[in-house]
């Protein structure tokens, strides 16, 4: 009787040291990576709970548009025009509580957006010459 045949080799034995080299070399920079972005340090940052950035975004509530007032937290398009058509209205605003006038912004909108809003400063005039 004749041994029944061998089935062939998927990947050839020449190939096998190499994609073997290759492998292990890709789980090395696997690791490498993980290193170097903190992984063991515990500075990995969590996906769920990024950190706060600070990158500094103030608005001037008597200049800006739509598009600026309604990334501010706590807003939305709607409040952000409600925003811009009580400046046409009554002019601009001549502090920051002057927006709890505005319908939809309440003490707890204006604290959200606070930080973000840059200082209101009032010109003074002078005596007037002639």
Known sequence: MEPPDTPAAVVPPRS?????????GSL???????VAAGGLAGRLVHHDAPPVSD?????N?????????????GLGVTT???IIDHRRE?????????LLDVPGIG????????????PITVAKTGPHQP
Request: aromatic letters at 10%; zero cysteines.
């Open 16 to 24: 096998q040291p190499l994609i073997a080299f290759l492998v292990a």
């Open 28 to 34: 090395g920079v696997g690791v490498a990576w993980f």
């Open 55 to 59: 990158n500094g975004f103030t608005v």
């Open 61 to 73: 509530i008597n200049t800006a548009d739509e598009t600026e007032l309604a990334q501010l937290p």
């Open 80 to 82: 952000a025009r409600r």
């Open 90 to 98: 009554h002019g601009p605003f001549t502090s920051l509580d002057g």
């Open 107 to 118: 003490q707890v909108t204006l604290a959200a957006m606070r930080p973000y809003l840059q």
